[in-house]
């Protein structure tokens, strides 16, 4: 350590060494640095985010980087800090004013919600948009007490990243894709394009949820929904 180096200098604490006209540069790096952890927040998506707004994560990472630095680093005054997370403040409290009154900025800023199960039917775009996979969406579905798509009327992927599930009135609930986890599924209920079916029953593709009713001995072809070829054999057949 520099021998010229003094503990609890105070001066060194609280100001710094630096020139004051520094601090102004410390409000333009902090505006540089938040506008950036917003924008990488948007590109990653919603799935990182948890159940908190992009402006939300992104003034949690720019304050616990703002004032961690100045606890340990030694040369790191306190004033550029507190600099540093007042800036943020004023950021943003001044971007939540602007998108509750703009909501175009709205949508760009936080994103908007999905359609990602549609009347029991999994939209497959919008899974591939949001970087959802099948069992992403099957595992919170299954935390929610859905037994099968057809259950469900809307589910929709928020811009918390959250899942939100409107569900059909016990009247309406039609029948579905079971998303039991597939390891747990018999193989013999899975059936493929080109096998015939051996019992006449509910057919669901293993996709998008998409389901048919077959009759003993008809060809299973290819989901004429998402072309794909797996199905699953209703299990109260």
Request: charged share 20%.
């Amino acid at each position: 350590m520099d021998s010229t180096f003094h503990v609890f200098d105070l001066k060194r604490i609280f100001i710094g060494d630096g020139p004051h006209l520094f601090l102004l540069e410390i409000v333009f790096r902090t505006v540089i640095m938040y506008a950036y952890t917003i924008f990488l927040l948007r590109v990653l998506g919603k799935r990182g985010m948890g159940q908190l707004s992009t402006l939300e994560l992104a003034i949690i990472i720019c304050f616990g980087s703002a004032v961690g630095d100045p606890m340990i680093g030694s040369e790191m005054p306190i004033v550029y800090g507190v600099i540093a997370i007042t800036t943020v403040a004023l950021l943003q409290i001044s971007l939540e004013r602007v998108i509750n009154r703009h909501k175009p900025l709205e949508k760009i800023m936080e994103g908007e919600p999905n359609l990602i199960v549609d009347n029991g039917i999994v939209i497959m775009d919008a899974l591939k948009k949001e970087n959802l996979s099948h069992e992403d969406l099957f595992r919170v579905l299954r935390g929610k007490d859905v037994q099968q798509l057809g259950e469900i009327n809307k589910a929709f992927f928020e811009t918390s990243g959250q899942i939100t599930v409107w569900f059909h009135s016990p009247k309406k609930v039609r029948k579905g894709l079971s998303i039991m986890p597939e390891n747990e599924i018999p193989p013999s209920a899975i059936f493929t394009a080109g096998q015939v079916a051996e019992a006449a029953c509910d057919y669901s593709c293993m996709y998008c949820g998409h389901t048919v009713q077959l009759t003993t001995g008809m060809n299973v072809e290819n989901c004429p929904n998402c072309c794909n070829d797996k199905w699953l054999q209703n299990s109260a057949c």
